[in-house]
């Protein structure tokens, strides 16, 4: 067990950032909201346990785990990538991505562990987030690291190692359904080198999707958030029910909700390019919060 005794503080200054709507656009399980008024959220990180909070372009964070505190946060929310120049970009594709942006300016694509992620989103197959964030935490209750952070108790995310030993009954017993084998059949894919995770950032997005669609209960969905929310490919797009809604609503009137995926893959290629999975960021949020 870890604990902290004392907290230190970080503060950096950030531009075209919004912690609210990066964290509650639907890229992660493992942040709740600490004080809404305060806009302020606590989060388990890879390593260690954040507590961060904004106000204007100040982003003040505390932890238990203060190594490289910064690098870890300037890399877990791309504050290294200039937003400022993307959003002045995509701004221009057209009036609907003009008007999403105007509403969500802010949101950054997350730079989530790997392993992690790719056990979330399979969770995360036919299932809501409280529920998936329900079994990220039971998972990590149960097998992960635990640390005592202001008085509380959190879990860091099990390695593939620490889960090699458990039973698809056990994964079971921590809420995730019919997913429990392929929960397993992934840990032992990874352990047996079928993916090698620590060469993802080596292999071109094709390969690398094509690697993540033979892992049993990943599917083009769930590849393209692991790869757009973990691996850096923002020119993904990753298509759910309120993505299939908000293209339907406003690309495809025409085809009167009879468009198939590969036409919105078509159109997210040719019109956002290599911005397509931010763009689907704001176009899904703007879609669920009704800001349209």
Not at 17 to 26: D, I, P, Q, R, S
Not at 86 to 99: N, T
Not at 107 to 132: G, M, V, W
Not at 140 to 168: A, Q, W
Request: net charge neutral; hydrophobic share 35%.
């Amino acid at each position: 067990m870890i604990v902290l005794r004392e907290k230190e503080e970080l503060c950096i200054d950030i531009d075209c950032f919004n912690l609210k709507y990066t964290l509650e656009c639907g890229q992660c399980f493992r942040w709740e909201v600490k004080s809404s008024e305060e806009n302020t959220y606590m989060g388990v990180v890879k390593d260690r346990v954040l507590k961060v909070k904004q106000k204007e372009n100040k982003i003040f964070v505390y932890s238990n785990n203060t190594d490289s505190l910064e690098e870890v946060v300037r890399n877990y929310f791309d504050f290294n990538t200039n937003y400022e120049d993307i959003e002045a970009k995509i701004i221009e594709f057209d009036s609907h991505v003009k008007e999403a942006l105007s509403n969500t300016s802010g949101i950054r694509i997350l730079n989530q562990d790997f392993f992690e992620t790719l056990i979330s989103y399979i969770i995360s197959a036919n299932n809501n987030i409280p529920r998936i964030s329900k079994s990220v935490k039971e998972i990590s209750k149960r097998y992960g690291k635990r640390i005592c952070f202001e008085d509380k108790e959190y879990y860091l995310f099990p390695t593939p190692e620490e889960l090699k030993d458990v039973t698809i009954e056990e994964y079971r017993k921590c809420g995730v359904g019919f997913r429990d084998k392929y929960i397993y059949s992934t840990v032992h894919d990874i352990l047996n080198g079928k993916l090698d995770i620590n060469k993802i950032k080596e292999k071109d997005t094709l390969t690398l999707r094509e690697e993540l669609l033979n892992l049993k209960g990943v599917g083009p969905k769930v590849a393209d958030c692991i790869l757009l929310f973990s691996c850096n490919r923002s020119e993904v797009f990753p298509i759910d029910v309120w993505v299939e809604r908000v293209m339907s609503v406003l690309y495809f009137k025409e085809t009167k909700g009879k468009m198939k995926k590969k036409d919105i893959l078509e159109y997210a290629k040719n019109n956002f390019g290599n911005y397509a999975g931010i763009v689907q960021q704001h176009l899904f949020y703007n879609m669920r919060e009704k800001m349209f």
